[in-house]
Nanobody, 119 residues
Framework: QVQLVESGGGLVQPGESLRLSCLAS????????MGWYRQAPGKQRELVAQ???????YYADSVKGRFTISRDNTKNTVYLQMSSPKPEDTAVYYC?????????????WGQGTQVTVSS
């Protein structure tokens, strides 16, 4: 049983920084791609940032230059540093990971953490 648990969400003022964390737990052989998605009210879930096992990253244009994704493989944890957040970044943020188990490669989602950017 693998679980992804996000933390670090909350209310933040525009321009303040916020860091999200996502810890993967369970019987895990390795984790390849990890990523952050978000879903705002009335909108589809969208990919925000992704980091592969080798460290290469991808960012949505809307967050490029403001958000930074990183990972600590020793802790099975992925982070999203949100700098200069804007009200339009308000959404539920979900962690996603491709996890290699003894039974093969499986994709998992976290339960989500709310981020609200407002003055």
């Amino acid at each position: 049983q693998v679980q992804l648990v996000e933390s670090g969400g909350g209310l933040v003022q525009p321009g303040e920084s916020l860091r999200l964390s996502c810890l993967a737990s369970g019987v895990i052989l390795s984790i390849s791609t990890m990523g952050w998605y978000r879903q705002a009210p009335g909108k589809q879930r969208e990919l925000v940032a992704q980091i592969r096992g080798g460290g290469s990253t991808y960012y949505a244009d809307s967050v490029k230059g403001r958000f930074t994704i990183s990972r600590d493989n020793t802790k099975n944890t992925v982070y999203l540093q949100m700098s200069s957040p804007k009200p339009e970044d308000t959404a539920v943020y979900y962690c996603n990971a491709d996890v290699r188990l003894f039974s093969g490669l499986r994709n998992y989602w976290g339960q989500g953490t709310q981020v609200t950017v407002s003055s």
